[in-house]
């Protein structure tokens, strides 16, 4: 099963309208922690936002928010007042029981189309 | 300026030749890691390292070669590149295995012919 699940294959929203990304995840682990990253055309890696198992509420970074429901296992990303440079690849990133290793295991990605 | 440097950014090279990618950070970073993303595949991880002479295997590390010998950096090997690790690269960092977000580098665009 996949661990990261993104099943959008594209998105397209109206400048200055919100859209969600959704995003599902597979774990047993009661510690875990649930990111998103931007990745634009230029293809650098950007970190938007971050969830942990145990934090009790949903996190918000300027316009973005993560709509966090654990029991459904969905984190999924809310960009508000969309702007043209949000167009981009958009993935969903779990970290799961941080013993040995932390690595990040992503979601095949949603591409978001802003129209002016 | 706190942040994740790689280079080369692009690389066209040749079947078997060795070639040696550089990821450098400045923000005593504990962890760093090695992920290679392919279309439809997403982001897969080649190698991490938790500190200094402290490396191990991630889920996709035939061919690949690592090592730690500073804090600062985490080269990656590639001893005899082939067709397949054509693919674009990621460095990442984070304070530790146990927190923080994971700070990406640029990229590095490798080609092998």
């Known amino acids: 099963a996949q661990k990261i699940t993104q099943t959008q294959p594209g998105m397209f929203v109206q400048e200055k309208e919100a859209v969600t990304l959704d995003c599902t995840y597979d774990?047993?682990?009661?510690?875990?922690?649930l990111f998103w990253y931007k990745q634009p055309s230029s293809g650098e890696m950007i970190f938007l936002i971050y969830q942990g198992s145990y934090d009790q509420q949903n996190a918000t970074e300027g316009r973005y928010s993560l709509n966090f429901q654990k029991a459904r296992k969905s984190a999924n990303l809310v960009i508000s007042a969309s702007q043209l440079g949000d167009s981009a690849m958009y993935f969903c990133a779990m970290r799961e029981n941080p013993g040995a290793n932390s690595k990040l295991t992503f979601g095949k990605g949603i591409t978001l189309s802003v129209r002016p | 300026e706190a942040q994740v440097t790689q280079n080369p950014r692009y690389l066209i090279t040749v079947t078997g030749k060795k070639l040696t990618v550089t990821c450098s950070q400045n923000m005593n970073h504990e962890y760093m890691s090695w992920y290679r993303q392919d279309p439809g595949l997403g982001l897969r991880q080649i190698y991490y390292?938790?500190?200094?002479?402290?490396?191990d295997k991630g889920d996709v590390p035939e061919g690949y070669k690592v090592s730690r010998k500073e804090k600062r950096n985490f080269p990656l090997i590639l001893e005899s590149p082939s067709p397949n690790q054509t693919s674009l690269y990621f460095c990442?960092?984070?304070?530790?295995?146990?927190?923080?977000?994971?700070?990406f580098g640029p990229g590095t665009r490798l080609t092998v012919t």
């Open positions: 774990t047993s682990d009661p510690s875990y922690g």
């Open positions: 990442a960092s984070s304070l530790s295995h146990r927190v923080g977000e994971q700070y």
């Open positions: 390292s938790m500190n200094v002479e402290v490396t």
